[in-house]
């Protein structure tokens, strides 16, 4: 997440504002009840350090909800295609980030989001 007027990462500059634990992420679980994780931190060279989520898939149509120390900061929509056999492996194929426009999403991307 970059800031939006300081154009810097919200928790991964040298001048973070947010430590990474005050992120999670809500979702709708198996029994349809809203639950929460913390998404993990991964880095690469050419992505630097990120947030990982898997998203659940449950759903064809989901959406979950990012929160900074408890206050919503986004919405996330996305929808979920599966591969048929034999493989029968579920795969995110758009994403679309509050009322944005949909992002046409493969395995490996990684979305910016200003705030």
Excluded: Q, W
């Amino acid at each position: 997440m970059i800031g939006s007027t300081s154009g810097n990462d919200l928790f991964f500059s040298t001048a973070a504002e947010y430590p990474t634990s005050a992120l999670k992420v809500y979702f709708k679980n198996p029994a349809n009840k809203l639950d929460s994780v913390a998404p993990s931190v991964e880095e690469d060279a050419t992505a630097g350090k990120h947030f990982v989520y898997s998203i659940p898939a449950l759903r064809a149509n989901d959406t979950c909800f990012l929160k900074i120390n408890g206050v919503l900061s986004n919405t996330v929509s996305y929808t979920i295609s599966t591969i048929n056999p034999p493989c029968n492996a579920a795969f995110i194929n758009s994403v679309k980030i509050d009322n944005d426009n949909t992002i046409a999403y493969k395995t490996g991307d990684i979305a910016t989001i200003k705030k």
